[in-house]
């Protein structure tokens, strides 16, 4: 046997996202150091379950029901990983791998695995956000283009053969209001300012005197009515934390002017459905375009689903073409990072969940 410094011990990588099972992905993140292990194991959850844990509304039987759902396979991988890659992760994650120390998330949104018990001390989580901000600046002003230039209304007068114009109205010179000016928020921005329209927006660490590329005016939180006030297009794009909960409610949206179109790619668990509803029916808001409800998937019966003038998508603005190449990207930058013990991008504030 050769002799000298010992083997290291392996760093054992649970890759749990299923999509990321791909041959090519598994050996990019093993490629990374000879000591990773990857334990190739995918875990998912049902959308309805996801939605009640981002909502904190998980009860004990619904809980008890997901644990027990977890396989024999799925706990072998959490008693030896040190590093998990998912987009869900189990319950009791955090009772069950004892040598747990980083969990990477896969998009911006983290607040639904927080009910395995991740504020543990020992345990970083780190989401990638920023993968999918500019799919979803894309789908925002495409809405937007779509309800300014009047669109449903041209095809459907086509659809019954008639000649008769839809004339729709400039986006250039309105006033877009962001409501969160992180990675999806700033593309927002961008894109709207080459479009000619006049960016305000709001950030959580606004500090006076604070600015940002393409943006006229930056708030803080506490200016929200304000930046309400001027815009014609609203677009709420911050994450879900027990402050933003809530967040646009009647009076929010009595401060919007009238006409107003309201977009939320963010959470649903920020807005307050009854009174959006309200004042969509009264005419007060132009429209409101929803990719993300306080239920996901949105029952068949809600009333959101006939509201006037609501458009609404299945949490899909951003896209599926690329989106593990750059999740995996982020993925491995850290990982090196990891390995090298260095500090990790997009660490989770614990205290913000």
Not at 34 to 50: K, N
Request: glycine content about 8%.
């Amino acid at each position: 046997m050769p002799t000298g410094e010992p083997t290291a011990a392996p760093i054992v990588v649970w890759v749990a996202w299923p999509v990321a099972l791909e041959p090519a992905v598994l050996e990019r993140i093993a490629a990374v150091h000879p000591r990773i292990e990857v334990i190739a194991c995918g875990y998912e959850e049902a959308g309805i379950l996801r939605n009640a844990r981002s909502r904190h509304g998980v009860d004990a039987a619904t809980r008890a029901d997901a644990v027990a759902a977890v396989t024999a396979a799925h706990r072998a991988a959490m008693a030896r990983a040190e590093v998990v890659f998912g987009f869900d992760v189990p319950f009791d994650l955090a009772d069950q791998a004892p040598n747990l120390r980083w969990v990477q998330g896969i998009g911006s949104g983290y607040e639904h695995i927080w009910g395995a018990g991740l504020d543990r001390d020992g345990i970083t989580v780190t989401n990638a956000v920023g993968v999918s901000a500019a799919p979803m600046a894309e789908f925002v002003l495409g809405r937007v283009l779509a309800l300014y230039k009047r669109f449903r209304e041209v095809d459907a007068r086509a659809s019954r053969h008639e000649w008769a114009p839809a004339y729709g109205r400039m986006l250039a010179g309105s006033t877009i209001g962001i409501v969160g000016l992180g990675a999806i928020g700033q593309a927002v921005a961008d894109r709207a300012a080459a479009l000619g329209m006049r960016v305000v927006a709001s950030r959580r660490s606004h500090r006076p005197g604070m600015t940002a590329p393409n943006v006229e005016t930056l708030y803080g939180p506490g200016d929200l009515a304000t930046l309400l006030g001027e815009s014609d297009v609203v677009v709420l794009c911050a994450p879900s934390t027990p402050e933003t909960r809530n967040l646009i409610d009647a009076d929010a949206l009595a401060a919007m002017r009238q006409g107003t179109i309201f977009v939320n790619v963010g959470r649903g668990t920020m807005v307050d459905e009854p009174a959006l509803i309200d004042a969509l029916e009264r005419g007060h808001l132009a429209a409101a375009v929803l990719d993300v409800t306080s239920e996901e998937p949105l029952p068949s019966g809600h009333p959101l689903w006939d509201a006037p003038n609501v458009y609404i998508s299945a949490h899909c603005s951003a896209t599926s073409d690329g989106y593990v190449d750059r999740v995996a990207a982020v993925f491995v930058d850290n990982l090196a990072h990891y390995v090298a013990g260095e500090p990790l991008s997009n660490v989770v504030d614990a205290a913000a969940v």
